[in-house]
């Protein structure tokens, strides 16, 4: 646990102490640390350190102050990488929804930075498409009353069904399944998805990724998506100088972060230290 100032907010570790950059892992709407078990065991396969962390109120960390949008998940980060004495450069690699927070993140911390990797990652553009608009601020109603009647423990029985979409094994799965049952839990991810259109805004205002930072898209080629979403996944890595382009067939939105289609994630992460010679 990291005590960022009054809060502590829980960091999981991986790989060997080296000069080599550390791999940043966010994780995406109602996600957790645990999301990112298997790419951080092959992430240290490489040789690389990675650390991954569950957001203010998510998981075993401790909520924080409302709003719970970019600006404040950003500083949340900020604050914790430079507790556990990490000075950068870095990686950042962002699942799902965790692809609005890179882009308010990202521009504010450009010398520190790398590169990106977007996994199956939505960007603020989406919200310029009238039917992802449409998605998401029907999702931001379900989610209120998800997160209003969130006390009543009703996710629990829920997370045996849907708690680990993912595929994680031992531990990781018990941890995911038990975090997505968890009445905080659900009550501060429904709040960040409460939250989704203002974060976009931010994501605008802090502006694109610099064409020369190197930028790898990794989607699921199994998911359901409109071409229109589908060809905005890929603007970033098409606007950089160094872009990276995966579609994996056969995984979906979730089991692309599993067992059996983790690697061309690291193969992103390989792609950006490639260019950048670490």
Same mark, same amino acid.
């Given at each position: 646990m990291v005590d960022i100032g009054g809060r502590r907010l829980r960091a999981v570790r991986a790989g060997p102490k080296s000069d080599r950059p550390l791999i940043v892992l966010e994780c995406g709407a109602f996600g957790c640390a645990a999301d990112w078990a298997v790419v951080q065991e092959r992430l240290a396969a490489k040789g690389l350190a990675s650390v991954a962390y569950d957001r203010a109120g998510l998981g075993f960390s401790d909520p924080g102050p409302e709003p719970r949008d970019g600006r404040a998940i950003a500083a949340d980060l900020t604050a914790m990488l430079a507790k556990l004495g990490e000075p950068g450069p870095f990686v950042m690699a962002g699942h799902s929804m965790a692809g609005l927070m890179l882009r308010v993140f990202v521009p504010h911390h450009r010398d520190q930075m790398l590169g990106v990797v977007l996994v199956d990652a939505v960007t603020p553009e989406m919200m310029d498409v009238r039917a992802a608009a449409l998605g998401v601020h029907a999702y931001r109603g379900a989610m209120k009353l998800v997160g209003l009647w969130s006390g009543a423990g009703f996710m629990r029985p829920v997370s045996l069904v849907i708690g680990d979409l993912i595929g994680l094994e031992g531990e990781a799965s018990t941890e995911k399944r038990r975090i997505y049952g968890s009445a905080t839990h659900t009550r501060w991810a429904a709040e960040e998805v409460l939250n989704w259109p203002r974060t976009a805004g931010q994501g605008r205002e802090a502006g694109t990724f610099e064409p020369d930072l190197p930028v790898a898209v990794v989607t699921a080629g199994a998911a359901r998506m409109s071409a229109a979403l589908k060809a905005l996944q890929v603007v970033p890595a098409q606007a950089s100088r160094h872009g990276y382009v995966d579609h994996v067939r056969g995984a979906n939105? %979730?089991?692309?972060?599993? /067992?059996?289609? %983790?690697?061309?994630? =690291? /193969?992103? =992460?390989e792609h950006v230290l490639a260019v950048v010679g670490r």
């Open positions: 939105h %979730a089991s692309l972060l599993g /067992k059996t289609f %983790a690697d061309p994630i =690291v /193969k992103g =992460v």
